[in-house]
Structure formats: C-alpha cells, structure tokens
C-alpha cells in the first residue's frame, strides 16, 4: 500500500500563496511519488485555484470540512456536492472542530455517510486526550471508531481514511521529544484500530483501510513515527505549509 500524505493547512494562506505553496511542495516532492501518494487541503477559498493549478499533476486536493447535507437553509456550511468537483478527500472530525465547534460524533457519522456515497474519501480524524493515554485507555478511540463507521455500508467501508491523531500531540514537540509517540506506540494504536474495523467488518476491509498518523509531525521526529504496515502514512499540519520539511519527509518514507 503506498503512503497517504495529506497536507493540512488549516486556516493559512491566502489563495495566492496557497497555489504557490503547493506548486513549491509538488517540485520538492515528486521524485517520491511512486512510494507516496500526496493530498493538498487548503482552506475553502483556495481550493478552486490549486485544484487548476495542479490539474495535471497526481495531487489530490482534499477539503477540511463539509456539511451533513448536500443543499438546503445552513447558513455557512459547504455541501460535499460542490466540493466534489474539486476534491477527492476530505478531513472530517479534526479534534480543533470537535473542541471548538462541538462537533459531536453523530454529525461526524453522517458528514462520512454522505461523502462516502458522493465518492468522496472521508479523512476521519481520531485520538484521546493526553490523560487517557497517560492511563492507558483507548476506549475514546475504540468508540469513534465504531461511529465513524456506524452508517457506512460495507462496500463503501473501505474508501474511510481513519487519521490517528492523540489530541495532545496536534500543534506541539513536547510528545516527540519525550518520545511517548514513537513507531512501536502509533503503530499499536494503528493494529487496535484495525482489529476493531475487522469486528465491525471482516479482515479484509479491515487490511483495505488505510490508518495515516498525525500531530507534529516534522522532519525530525518522522523517523521515529515510520512503521508500515500499521502506520500508511501522516496528516500533516504545520510542516506541511513547508517545501523542505515535506522533501526531507517525504526522503525519510520512501
Ligand atoms: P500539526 O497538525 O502537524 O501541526 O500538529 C496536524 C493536524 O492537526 O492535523
């Protein structure tokens, strides 16, 4: 299976910057492409730009959110039908919109249902507090997992990218520099979760599904966190707004 990289930009950049930056990562990165297949998500509004910008190139563009329906009175929300257009992917449940926004898991399940049927690839992000992990506890994660996939039917199943990300370790080095998140510890939560899938499913979803890990991954710490099988590749934040630290990781995987 080949690497999964999904670059998330979160709220940076503007749209001018963001076809710059993307075209910038493509030219450090490409050399690795047969080993690594690499997902751009740019904020809504830049998103049609770099989807033309890089219409012929193997980058998939992703989105970082949608709404639960296609259409109708929801003021503000981005139905995946548009979105389709452009994207082949897209983030749904980052732990910053289930804190921030209170998204809960019943409107995550049925933001994956839909797009899921549209044809679009759900990135369903995942991960336990830093006190449940200092306690050992995985229930949080076992439970999201069984939600994620509560409304999917199982030849859809495997299209759902399930993003491992310990809330704690989103946007900080304190994780990797005490190594709590290492290959061995990423990579058990990844067999957890696929034990968990072939439950719900059967083993051969469960072996389809690409597990990625993410939160502060660098060009530092990506040595450390490498281990197919278990880990298929990294949802990545603030490294991923950068051209050397993407070459250096994409080097270290391939
Ligand atoms: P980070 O972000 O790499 O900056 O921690 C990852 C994410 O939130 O998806």
Redesign the pocket.
């Known amino acids: 299976m080949k690497n999964l990289v ?1 670059a ?1 930009w ?1 709220m940076n950049l503007d749209v001018a910057q963001s076809v710059n930056t993307a075209l910038d990562i493509i030219k450090h990165t490409k050399n690795y492409f047969k080993k690594n297949d690499l997902v751009i998500c740019p904020s809504f509004l830049a998103i049609p730009e770099v989807a033309g910008a890089l219409a012929n190139t193997s980058v998939k563009i992703g989105a970082q959110n949608c709404s639960w329906e296609e259409e109708g009175a929801l003021t503000g929300e981005v139905s995946p039908r548009v979105l389709k257009k452009y994207c082949r992917y897209v ?1 749904l449940g ?3 919109r289930r804190m921030y926004l209170h998204e809960t898991s019943d409107i995550i399940a049925r933001k994956i249902d839909l797009v899921t049927n549209l044809g679009i690839k759900p990135i369903v ?1 995942i991960g336990e507090t830093m006190e449940e992990h200092d306690r050992g506890d995985t229930s949080r994660i076992m439970y999201e997992v069984s939600k994620a996939f509560s409304l999917v039917e199982k030849d859809k199943a495997a299209d759902v990218i399930i ?1 491992y ?1 310990p809330i704690w ?4 080095a304190v994780s990797h520099t005490d190594e709590k998140v290492t290959c061995d510890y990423a990579g058990g939560i990844a067999r957890k979760i696929r034990d968990e899938i072939s439950k719900i499913y059967d083993q051969a979803i469960a072996e389809k599904t690409h597990i990625i890990y ?5 060009s530092k710490n990506i040595e450390h966190l490498h281990c197919q099988p278990d880990i298929q590749g990294y ?6 707004l950068d051209s050397d630290e993407m070459k250096k990781i994409f080097e270290s995987i391939s």
Do not use: F, R
């Open positions: 999904v998330n979160k983030i980052h732990s910053e992000c993003a990300e370790a989103i946007s900080t993410g939160g502060s991954v660098n949802l990545i934040g603030d490294a991923g």
